[in-house]
């Protein structure tokens, strides 16, 4: 999978993370947030919970984990579960 092709399987969840960020930061600010599509499904104080709840939900489909800060830090992940 291309680095464009992941980009743009995660846009409706980026669009998303950006319509709620000003809430989310007055509740969860430091936190990781889950998204899949236009739902904003939970949010956890640990990264991998997040990661382990969207695989059991979503498994080999696209979810968005994001920790919710005040400045935007890229960070990638991989699944090994996804096929070409």
């Not at 680095?3 to 509740?27: C, D, I, P, V, Y």
Request: aromatic letters at 10%.
């Amino acid at each position: 999978m291309t680095a464009n092709k992941a980009h743009s399987s995660l846009a409706a969840e980026l669009q998303t993370f950006a319509m709620h960020r000003n809430e989310l930061l007055g509740r969860a600010k430091g936190k990781y947030v889950l998204i899949k599509g236009e739902d904003v499904v939970d949010v956890f104080e640990d990264r991998t919970d997040a990661l382990v709840r969207g695989y059991r939900e979503f498994g080999n489909h696209p979810f968005l984990v994001k920790k919710v800060t005040d400045v935007e830090a890229p960070l990638n992940f991989t699944s090994f579960l996804l096929s070409n």
